[in-house]
């Protein structure tokens, strides 16, 4: 399975700032995505992660807000812009792995906290 | 469109005893996953369920997806305190391979 490193693990931000979070994967994936989980809820997806495209975004989420980037097939960012308190979420990302039959594993997660 | 529901919201179960968690959606499913979540942590991938019918067990967890494909099952046997956590389910809606999920269903097995 593939595995999948996150950073940072956590941030605290003040509001009005941004976070670029990164996500590396240890093998060639194709898709890639990127979720948010607010607190005491469930996961939502904010966007696939296109390689040399730009990213597919859910309805609610938009480029200016959560740009995107995947230069490669193991790696790809997710930039949290002009925060407010509303983004303390965990943000997740992951990876199909078409080799184990469309498995997906998840990274560890970012916690973020504005303030 | 799609939604999953699980059910209970939150169980208590005392070490050694069975449980059973439930996945359902509103349609029929592409693939139906079940993850393991530590608090504020990241999701353990469990088991992934594709055909109708099919049950897969992984040490003490076993998972079962129905004929029609619009219902799964979790159950634990002789559950540890290790079995502690939030079981999501998630499902694949259409052939886009992104993922809805269930609102969770929070463990806790008492020693």
């Known amino acids: 399975s593939a595995v999948i490193s996150q950073k940072p693990s956590r941030d605290i931000c003040q509001r009005g700032t941004s976070l670029t979070i990164q996500c590396q994967v240890d093998?060639?994936?194709?898709?890639m995505f990127w979720y948010r989980q607010q607190p005491g809820q469930s996961l939502t997806l904010i966007a696939t992660?296109?390689?040399?495209?730009?990213?597919?975004?859910e309805s609610g989420f938009v480029i200016d807000k959560f740009p995107i980037s995947r230069p490669n097939l193991t790696f790809s960012t997710l930039t949290v812009s002009n925060m407010s308190p509303e983004d303390s979420s965990i943000y997740l990302c992951?990876?199909?792995?078409?080799?184990?039959?469309?498995?997906?594993?998840f990274g560890p997660g970012t916690r973020l906290t504005v303030t | 469109s799609q939604e999953l529901e699980q059910s209970p919201q939150s169980l208590i179960v005392q070490e050694g005893k069975n449980l059973t968690i439930n996945c359902t959606s509103s349609k029929t499913l592409y693939g139906l996953y079940w993850y393991k979540q530590k608090y504020g942590e990241g999701l353990i991938f469990l088991m992934m369920?594709?055909?109708?019918?099919e049950e897969k067990s992984h040490e003490k967890i076993t998972a079962k997806l129905d004929e029609k494909k619009q219902q799964s099952s979790l159950h634990i046997t002789a559950s540890q305190p290790s079995h502690a956590g939030i079981y999501l389910c998630?499902?694949?809606?259409?052939?886009?391979?992104?993922?809805?999920f269930g609102s969770g269903t929070r463990l806790l097995v008492r020693p």
């Open positions: 992951s990876v199909e792995d078409r080799g184990e039959g469309s498995e997906q594993y």
């Open positions: 093998s060639q994936v194709t898709m």
């Open positions: 998630g499902a694949v809606p259409d052939s886009s391979y992104k993922l809805i």
């Open positions: 992660a296109n390689q040399g495209s730009e990213a597919t975004y």
């Open positions: 369920l594709q055909k109708g019918g």
